[in-house]
């Protein structure tokens, strides 16, 4: 990294003050009621820049519809400053186990454990780093905390001070409630919750209310704004091309797709798409002479673009001298890096981006390297870093992703136009934000837990596929990238489709497996799998805008009062009705656990009784995926693209004797669309169900094909 020696901080910079002394305690102020259910409590000096006092979007209205909680659930939360900055006590009562902490890959249960909440591209081991650390914690007894900084706190998830805490009881039974490894964490006892921020002489706590835990995350994600509404075409299946493809191969692999008759919705372009890709030119290369004739031909094709940049500016672009005034100290890449808490830094990099590609037909952006390897790579700007608006580089780390997210929302937002992207880093109240987050790293087990930690956040997740030690690892993959937010096969550093080879040597020197029709045939039956849930997926999404439950989460969400759900970190639930269990190539046979309730095997339709573990050994071709009884599941008929008429053909399953009735949405896609909402209801003692439209129906879309009873 090279610093900008161009000029001296102005004003913009906070000063720092005399520390206050040591041990300076801070009642606890008196509790505000910000909005219904959610309660701020105010300690000492709190800093000007922080998650809500630069968010973009204000909370929903829908948060007065959900479930009343009027009573505060828990009042003794104290802090105190110090010479380190201001430390949090809140209580944790015995038994009572959190969750959270944004995407964590390394750890689930958060009970017993020491988080840093560090943004690091690698995060490697369990200390708390991540792509998108979230001050936010959930319990099982139904309420949440925000911690509002853009510091890197420190949480300690169950520490005991000196002396007594006062509660009801001293040491409850944990008998039979968590396996053996955790007694360690002595979840049977009560503790507190202890969160550091460093620097700051105050800080904002917020509390939201339940009743449930469900409620609860609810209730932080209509705070945050609600959750975000994809276009359809952005539930489908993407394929990124090779990094350094060029425009006619990128029309050749979008032709392989076709003729394949694998479904394929956005394909994306990687670095080669730009003249300086380290740091960025945002500038067509030589390679796409006529970038406008290519976008028109895909989306002639019902292919949407999904361009790979980062924000560091290259000197080369004629973004640069505009962004020097309203840049970091500290070069990335020999490339500027913007301050998008400046309005005019995000107007002038929207305008270039809205100008040079969303005009010529480009549908959204892949936002990578916009978290931190200070530690790693050592390739980003340092925490000592100094901005125009006043941030340092620790907090500028925290804000970087989402106020990235913001500068190219607000390119679509005035087109008034849907977009779904890609992001490498998020932080607090990020709900809103049509992104799923994604990472270099590639374990498999930790990206199914990313799916189930996500949720508790406010964040999505994209466990995505590139290449694969062996066709069972690539299938595998595939199989839970279909039962995600954002189902994608990253091809970027391979020049063929993986299942024509995966190994990467051998595919990029075009040498493909001699039974890669089998192998395709395969991966073309799964990615089938994402085109039929595609309409049950997207009425999940407008359910989290409209209520803010998450469309993917873990069980524990769903069934906080049972033990047994407080560690599964391999299963989630997907929509309302699904439960996911994913499969890791070697694993032969695997443990699924069934909550409460009457479950149903989705491809054999077996009926089993919940609240038990069932050992089953799942064949190559599928990952066990049940269905909750009383439920209506509609499935698609499967078409080459979002759009395909076969998509609209809808096919109905009845779980159970007596289902209750699923919506799906119809609209037009606009930025505000006005929904139809079609209700399906079936009496399953009729011949077939009773479809209701309510709403602007003047152009039905959904065609009923089909009634069966399970």
């Not at 005399?18 to 008196?30: D, H, V």
């Not at 609860?216 to 959750?227: H, I, K, P």
């Not at 309005?343 to 270039?352: C, N, Q, S, T």
Request: hydrophobic share 40%.
């Amino acid at each position: 990294m090279r610093r900008i020696n161009r000029r001296q901080f102005g004003a913009g910079i906070i000063a720092g003050s005399a520390a206050p002394p040591a041990g300076a305690q801070t009642a606890a102020p008196p509790i505000e009621e910000m909005h219904p259910g959610v309660w701020r409590y105010r300690f000492g000096r709190p800093e000007s820049l922080t998650p809500v006092t630069t968010r973009k979007y204000p909370p929903s209205a829908a948060i007065s519809k959900l479930p009343e909680s009027s009573r505060v659930p828990i009042t003794n939360v104290s802090a105190e400053i110090t010479r380190r900055g201001t430390i949090v006590t809140l209580p944790l009562e015995a038994n009572e186990v959190l969750f959270g902490l944004g995407l964590q890959l390394q750890s689930f249960l958060q009970r017993g454990l020491k988080k840093k909440l560090r943004v690091n591209a690698d995060p490697k081991i369990d200390s708390g780093d991540s792509h998108a650390p979230v001050p936010f914690y959930v319990t099982t007894n139904g309420y949440g905390v925000l911690i509002d900084t853009a510091r890197y706190a420190t949480i300690y998830c169950g520490k005991r001070k000196a002396g007594r805490i006062a509660t009801a009881a001293d040491a409850a039974p944990a008998a039979n409630m968590l396996p053996a490894a955790y007694n360690r964490y002595r979840v049977n006892e009560p503790a507190q919750v202890l969160v550091e921020v460093p620097e700051a002489e105050g800080v904002d706590v917020y509390i939201f209310g339940g009743p449930s835990m469900r409620d609860a995350v609810a209730r932080y994600n209509l705070f945050s704004g609600g959750g975000p509404l994809p276009p359809r075409w952005a539930l489908g299946f993407w394929y990124r091309c090779f990094g350094q493809f060029n425009q006619e191969e990128v029309l050749q692999i979008a032709s392989e797709l076709r003729d394949s008759k694998i479904p394929c919705d956005v394909l994306g372009l990687e670095p080669g798409w730009q003249s300086h890709a380290y740091s960025c030119s945002f500038m067509w290369s030589d390679k796409f002479p006529k970038p406008e004739a290519m976008l028109r031909s895909l989306f002639g094709a019902h292919f949407r673009v999904n361009l790979w940049e980062h924000a560091f500016t290259h000197p080369t672009s004629p973004l640069y001298d505009r962004l020097l005034p309203f840049a970091g100290d500290y070069q990335v890449w020999d490339g500027l890096v913007p301050d998008f808490l400046i309005p005019e830094a995000r107007r002038l990099f929207a305008a270039h981006h809205e100008r040079e590609h969303v005009a010529l037909g480009v549908s959204g952006y892949k936002l990578d390297e916009c978290d931190n390897s200070d530690y790693t790579g050592n390739w980003s700007f340092p925490e000592l870093s100094r901005f125009p608006s006043g941030a340092d580089g620790e907090q500028m780390h925290c804000f970087f992703g989402l106020r990235y997210q913001d500068t190219i929302q607000s390119v679509f937002e005035q087109r008034k136009q849907r977009t779904f992207g890609l992001v490498r880093s998020s932080h607090a109240l990020a709900a809103p934000y049509p992104y799923a987050l994604y990472s270099d790293l590639y374990d498999h087990r930790e990206f199914i837990r990313g799916v189930a930690n996500a949720g508790f956040s406010g964040l999505l997740w994209c466990p995505e596929v590139r290449d694969a030690k062996n066709a069972e690892d690539l299938i595998r993959r595939l199989q839970t990238v279909v039962f995600s937010p954002l189902a994608m096969v990253n091809a970027w550093y391979i020049r063929n489709p993986p299942w024509k080879q995966v190994e990467q040597r051998a595919n990029n020197a075009g040498q493909f497996a001699q039974d890669w029709k089998q192998l395709e045939s395969a991966c073309r039956e799964i990615v089938n799998w994402r085109m039929r849930l595609a309409p049950y997926f997207y009425a999940a999404f407008v359910r989290y805008k409209d209520t803010g439950l998450p469309p993917f989460r873990a069980l524990v969400m769903d069934y906080p009062d049972d033990p047994a759900t407080w560690t599964i970190d391999s299963q989630y639930i997907a929509g309302e009705s699904l439960l996911i269990a994913p499969v890791v190539a070697g694993e032969k046979e695997r443990d699924v656990y069934l909550p409460a309730g009457e479950w149903f095997d989705f491809w054999t339709d077996e009926k089993h009784n919940g609240k038990q573990k069932l050992r089953v050994t799942p064949p190559l071709d599928r990952i066990p995926v049940y269905v909750k009884s009383g439920t209506l599941l509609p499935l698609a008929d499967v078409g080459a693209h979002s759009e395909d008429p076969a998509a609209w053909r809808i096919h109905v399953r009845a779980y159970g004797s007596a289902p209750a009735p699923v919506l799906l949405i119809e609209d037009d896609g606009s930025l505000d669309p006005a929904f139809t909402r079609v209700e399906i209801s079936w009496n399953t003692a009729d011949p077939a169900g009773t479809i209701r439209r309510s709403g602007p129906a003047a152009n039905p879309r959904y065609e009923f094909t089909g009634w069966e009873r399970i």
